[in-house]
């Protein structure tokens, strides 16, 4: 028997003007008929970093193996239980401590084990090593329209001496394609939006669209009608959802956009404004939904800050800095109040994984599909301590993830050996990395 099924090619795009070029969701109608590939989906690998610690007694359960007892800063996490696992006693990277900059070591050593490979005498030089995200990344972007996404919130800024002495790059992201070529992190959603929907190439017409302020969706709209009647109950379902999800964005965006216009020309903007960065880190979140989802993407960073952050969190009654907040001199009103800021953060991831949850993909979902890898890369802000770092993978990994675990390693096991771990559920063979010592298996 012959079966003949016209079908989508993968990389299609619905295309409008001033250069938008909306990446689809997987589509049955991608699939030819009898093919073999049919319940096949790609893994994607997301790497979450919080500056500043987490305090560790409120951070890991007190029993290992299933079914442990969650601890205040995870706790917004319980209910993604059979998603996620938690390690203790590993130890993060010093970052080469030698050096200086105790802070500025943490993030950048946290992909790579082992942080900037450079001389403080020698401030023009920026060399590091290239992240497990870039590893995975070579293996699993394939033809993606972006091969990897760096976001962040904050800017540490470029001026010299700012950045314990260092160039300030080491400050502002924690991936590297290579030796000596550092990723920016993109600070600014809109600029993230518009490199994942405008026409790749078109830098000229992406401007023109953010002066427009013409609705992507908008532009492409004549486009996704057509092909809505070529496409079966199911498959404009999805569509539908997935559009649905790229117009939230949008009005995200130009909510923001619109409160950032009203305010006075001149007028220097407190860090803490009410709302402001609860949207910010939402949008991120969203933006990195949408990467997975269309299949945009398949690797992220993001750094919900960089160390020695001054953002305050006034939102939720934290006016304070979060760098002096993490300095709690053992003061537990002190404690109180870092631990309720790190559990913020928390309560962000769960949102995020909630949402890739809730968002079918083929059989699965999203949640089923992805590898998160959450933490800092230090545990106890107070003392920059490195033992016992906070240490969260959340996901099924194309169901080579079992959840509901908390692991206890032993002799303080370095973080680079899970680096090596994560590549290894990514189906990404990678010998070693920073100072690993061996490969911890997830």
Known sequence: MIITKKHLDRRTFLRGAVGAAVALPFLDAMVPALSAQSSQRPVRFGAIYVPNGIYPQMWHPDTTGSDFEFKPIMAPLEPLRDYLVTISQMKAPDGNPEMGGVHMGASAAWLNGVGPLTDQALYTVVRSKKTIDQFIADEIAE???????????????????????????????????????????????????????????????????????????????????????????????????????????????????????????????????????DEHMTVSYDLMRLAFQGD???????????????????????????????????????????????????????????????????????????????GSGMSNGNEHDRNNAPVLVLGGANGRLKGNRHIAVENKEPTANLLLGLAELANVDVPSIGHSTGRFVL
């Open 296 to 374: 945009i993407s398949r690797v992220f960073t993001f750094m919900v800050g960089h160390e020695g952050s001054s953002r305050s969190y006034a939102h939720i009654g934290i006016p304070e800095p979060h760098h002096p907040v993490s300095h709690h001199a053992d003061n537990p009103e002190n404690i109180e109040r870092y631990a309720k800021l790190t559990t913020y953060h928390s309560v962000k991831l769960a949102e995020f994984a909630e949402k890739l949850r809730q968002t079918p993909d083929g059989d699965a979902t999203l949640l089923d599909r992805v590898i998160l890898y959450y």
């Open 143 to 277: 033809d993606t329209p972006l091969r990897s996404l760096q976001v962040g919130t904050e800017d540490m800024g470029t001026s010299a001496g700012a950045c314990d002495g260092y160039p300030c790059v080491f400050f502002n992201t924690v991936s590297w394609r290579d030796d000596t070529n550092p990723l920016p992190m993109g600070i600014n959603p809109r600029v993230t939006f518009e490199r994942m929907f405008g026409e790749a190439g078109s830098a000229r017409k992406r401007l023109a669209n953010l002066k427009l302020k013409q609705s992507i969706l908008d532009s492409v709209a004549e486009e996704a009608a057509r092909m809505r009647r070529g496409l079966g109950a199911a498959d404009n379902a999805i569509l539908d959802e997935y559009l649905t999800n790229v117009r939230d964005v949008e009005l995200q965006l130009d909510r923001m956009e619109t409160r950032s216009a009203a305010v006075p020309e001149g007028t220097d903007a407190p860090s803490g404004i009410p709302d402001t960065f």
